[in-house]
């Protein structure tokens, strides 16, 4: 068994509004240093198999397909 944690997020050329948002509240409580902020989310799948390389493949497919929207979103993929 192993597992891969997807890190997914907007393009820096997108406008991200959800980290904006984030970004305002963060300074209305008085963090200052916040500049800029941009929000993605985080996906942990567990998969049958021992082999790095085939998971790796298999888990860029899965992103390829559906997991990130590859024309607005970048990906990232960590083998734990």
């Known amino acids: ?3 891969a944690r997807v890190f ?3 393009k820096p050329a997108v406008l991200d509004p959800q980290g ?3 970004q305002n509240a963060l300074n209305g409580l008085g ?3 916040a500049q800029s902020v941009r929000q993605g ?4 799948i567990e998969l049958s198999g021992d082999d790095n390389s085939a ?3 298999s888990v860029t497919e899965m992103c390829e397909k559906l997991l990130a ?3 607005i979103e970048d ?3 960590e083998i734990l």
């Not at 989310?41 to 942990?44: A, N, Q, R, S």
């Open 55 to 57: 998971v790796q493949s």
């Open 69 to 71: 929207n590859t024309v």
């Open 8 to 10: 997914v997020t907007l």
């Open 75 to 77: 990906y990232r993929i």
């Open 20 to 22: 904006k948002a984030i």
């Open 31 to 33: 963090f200052d240093e």
């Open 1 to 3: 068994m192993m597992k």
């Open 41 to 44: 989310k985080v996906i942990d």
